[in-house]
Each structure stands twice: as C-alpha cells, then as structure tokens.
C-alpha cells in the first residue's frame, strides 16, 4: 500500500488539494494507494475560498509518507520551521514529494528545489525565482520531474501532474483508465504559455509606440530592423537601442510576438489553412510557424487550433 499524504498549510488552495485526492484516494484506488490530509496541527484548515477542510492528522503523518503533496496557498510565504523540517526529513528518508501551483514555494523554502528545474503557475514564475535563485524555474512546463522531486504549474496542470505520477507508478494502462475516469486527457499538448494573457510591452514614447502601430498593420511585409529606422527616422542603431529601452525587447523579437498573437488569433477565428495563417501574419512558411509555436507555446499550430477555436 502506497500511502500519499497532502500537506495543506492556511488557506490552501481547495482545486488543488482536491487534485490528488481524486486520483490517489479515489475509491477505485483503495488497493493501491492510502491516502490523507495532513496539517501543522490536526483539525480544521482554511482554504483561500472561504470555506474549511478537515485535516485529519498533523505533521507526524509526513513520517510515514510514501509521497507528499504540497497544493498551493495564500500567500506563498515561507514555511514555518516545523513544516521545512518535516519536509526535508520526508526527502531526506527518500519519500517523493510534489508541489502544485504555488505550492512550489513551500519547497523552495525548504530547499528542496535548489539547483532543480521547476515551475509554478505563470503568474508567479518570476516571484519564484527571484526569491530563490538557486532554482532553475521554467515558467511554461505543464509539470516537471526531478524524480524524487516534482513540480506543477497553476491549478488544472496539477491533474497532469498527477496522472503523470499514476503513469509512473501503474503504466500507461492503467494511467489512462483513470485519465478516463475523470474526463480529462493522459497527455494535454502545449505548456502553460497558450493560457498566458496576450500581450507585448507599450513603449513609453509617442514615437515608437506609433511605430509599434505602424509594424503591427504590416507584419506581412519582410521587416528588418532597417526598415523600421527608416519609418521612425532614426538610425538602426538608435533606433534598437530605444525600442530596447522602452519595451524590453530587441525589435525583432517585438515583431516575432506581433506575428505569433496574430497567427493564434487566426487560427481560432478563421478557416484559413495552415499555409495561409503562416503567410497571413508573416512567419512566411508552415514549416516557420510550426518552428515558432513548438519553441514559443509547445504545441502544434493543429492542436492549438482544435483546442482554441472559436
């Protein structure tokens, strides 16, 4: 009996602490896995949407745990000394131990990420790894594994994470026998930058924002950094150094996003083929556009389109 544990600290995250629990203390599971709420101390926890949940032991259940989950909560302060402790003895005996969305931050308060790739939900991928340099954060990974230490980005990638777990756990079969009992897909294409907002840096200045209005109704066109000085007046030099300065971006890449957002707006709007969205938001080719979607999104242009039309 493999015996799963989740930790929930003051005002969890309630998605994601239901997302194990449905998979590993499902009662189709009760053969394979045991599993339990945990908490500092054993009674009710808040949760960031306002209700409570019952945890039904305290910090000594981590002693016996096969795996530990970590869901997220509100806010991702470091965690107290007691948690960091149990959690780093539970790593330490060689339990396997996951984080969900913004869990991330209570094992990296611990140290158990230091020198580890991992993610978190987009939103507080940069929090994470300006608080703790020592972790290789990757802001677009749906999960990452380390093996005995895995992590997983904001709220529904905790499933993926999960089934994942189960896959190495059961196999394939049996992975997918449970992917189908919650109504979800084994392996969700792309990673989590085709659910960020869509939007690029505004310049500060009158002059290269109207430039910026000028490039985007012509991203069809062969644009080149020349081009570009040339429509504000400037030189190429000047002209990269202060788009640089007032975007974040060199030029280029400024039009490289500009035709990105246009050919996913394309794809989900339009019936055009996959030629034609390529030519349409000037990546040029197909072969370009899939290039640009598998580095920028992790996804295919078809799967982005079957998953986003309108």
């Known amino acids: 009996m493999h015996n799963v544990v989740a930790l929930a600290l003051p005002d969890v995250v309630a998605f994601d602490l239901s997302t194990p629990a449905q998979v590993f203390g499902h009662t189709e599971e009760r053969d394979r896995y045991a599993f339990s709420v945990c908490a500092r101390r054993a009674g009710p926890v808040p949760t960031s949407t306002g209700f409570s949940i019952e945890a039904t032991a305290d910090l000594d259940a981590l002693t016996q745990a096969d795996t530990v989950f970590v869901p997220g909560y509100q806010p991702p302060k470091d965690p107290p000394p007691d948690v960091v402790g149990a959690l780093r003895e539970a790593s330490r005996r060689g339990a396997r131990i996951a984080s969900i969305c913004i869990g991330a931050f209570a094992l990296a308060g611990a140290g158990l990420l230091d020198g580890l790739e991992a993610t978190t939900h987009w939103q507080w991928a940069d929090e994470l790894a300006i608080r703790f340099p020592a972790v290789r954060v990757s ?172």
């Open 139 to 310: 802001p677009n990974r749906l999960f990452v594994d380390e093996g005995s230490i895995l992590t997983g980005a904001g709220v529904a990638a905790g499933i993926d994470l999960c089934l994942h777990m189960y896959r190495n756990d059961h196999g394939a079969e049996a992975a997918a026998a449970a992917a189908n009992r919650m109504v979800v897909s084994l392996n969700r294409p792309g990673g989590q930058a085709q659910h960020a907002p869509r939007h690029t840096p505004r310049p500060a200045g009158d002059d290269m924002a109207r430039l910026c209005q000028w490039a985007a109704t012509h991203l069809k066109e062969s644009l080149t950094v020349a081009d570009l000085a040339r429509q504000a007046n400037v030189s190429p030099r000047t002209l990269a150094r202060r788009f640089a300065d007032e975007t974040g971006m060199a030029p280029m890449r400024w039009i490289t996003v500009q035709r990105l957002l246009e050919a996913r707006r394309l794809l989900e709007s339009s019936d055009l083929s996959i030629d034609d969205v390529a030519l349409e938001s000037g990546l040029g080719t197909a072969a370009n556009l899939r290039l640009h979607f598998a580095r920028e999104i992790s996804t295919t242009p078809t799967a982005y389109r079957a998953a986003y039309r309108q």
